[in-house]
């Protein structure tokens, strides 16, 4: 699914239908309602989905009218598809009492006005009605459901909607519309994988700018230990400590660490490093050079 999100749903839902003839009721009188729309003639449902205006007349049975085409005005839009209705059929049905039924006819707001955005353009259900009845119905089923959903407008007509994926997912799954579920699981899964993993290289790139850095900072202590002091000066296990990291200046403390005769673990070997920026900050604070002494330095 790419682009065509929205349509393949509505196609796959179109397809599947309901077993228990109340729920086949209910989806009718919900595609009724929502799709229908006052024409010259009467009223007429109109859907611009070739399996939804299927599925509408297979659920009407063998009195509904042909299905005919209406062309659009409009470039690269398909063809709207009307299939005329008794006039008797525009008043809105009861509120269904069932949940399977509310189930339905939040399924057939969906076929006639709803939408859904491709995760690649942000995760967005929406449902746009051409009056405020149809509206604030769809949006009491939905609240009773447990899935409250936003308010909007566009072009001054009312839209439901939701952005939160948790609650796309809950709608999506109420109406049975697992293949679009799978799909927006998969990209979430995927944009989860993928944000773990830039936390982890930021983290590490940020820690390897950390150990760099300081890193330079002791070999630059050292290398001023070596002209104002000399090495040589130093207890052994410091000047061995500040020889390893001048010849290794990429390596950690636990791999410098290693290096030592005989090894030492990284808080040992972080331990005479430190005695070693200890003693070179003394030194420049003193401002002469301690060589002018023959004391050996210890740490």
Not at 22 to 32: D, E, I, P
Not at 75 to 85: S, T
Not at 99 to 126: K, N, Q, V, W
Not at 176 to 189: F, N, P, S, T
Request: charged share 25%.
């Amino acid at each position: 699914m790419n682009a065509t999100l929205s349509a393949d749903t509505k196609d796959a839902l179109a397809r599947d239908l309901p077993q228990a003839p109340h729920c086949r009721a209910a989806l009718l009188a919900g595609l009724t309602y929502y799709g229908a729309v006052r024409t010259p003639d009467g009223v007429a449902f109109r859907t611009r989905r070739p399996a939804v205006a299927r599925l509408f007349r297979s659920l009407f049975g063998d009195r509904a009218a042909p299905i005919r085409k209406r062309r659009t005005t409009r470039l690269k839009r398909p063809p709207q598809l009307e299939i005329e209705l008794p006039l008797e059929l525009a008043a809105a049905p009861p509120r269904p009492g069932a949940r399977c039924d509310r189930r339905m006819e939040i399924r057939a707001a969906f076929l006639c006005c709803g939408s859904l955005s491709a995760p690649t353009h942000g995760y967005h259900l929406e449902f746009v009605f051409a009056d405020e009845e149809r509206s604030a119905r769809i949006a009491a089923l939905l609240r009773a459901m447990g899935f409250p959903p936003k308010l909007g407008r566009r072009k001054s007509k009312p839209l439901v909607y939701f952005k939160d994926v948790d609650s796309i997912v809950g709608v999506l799954t109420l109406i049975g519309a697992y293949g679009a579920v799978l799909h927006l699981e998969d990209v979430r899964a995927m944009k989860e994988t993928k944000n773990r993993i830039h936390r982890l290289v930021n983290t590490e790139a940020a820690n390897v700018d950390r150990a760099a850095s300081a890193a330079a900072t002791q070999r630059a202590a050292i290398a001023y230990l070596a002209d104002a002091y000399g090495l040589r000066n130093l207890r052994p296990a410091l000047r061995e400590a500040a020889q390893l990291r001048l010849s290794h200046p990429e390596e950690t403390l636990a791999e410098l660490g290693r290096r030592c005769r005989p090894p030492v673990g990284k808080a040992t070997f972080n331990g005479r490093i430190a005695s070693l920026m200890r003693l070179a900050r003394r030194l420049k604070e003193l401002g002469r050079d301690p060589r002018e002494g023959s004391q050996t330095a210890g740490g």
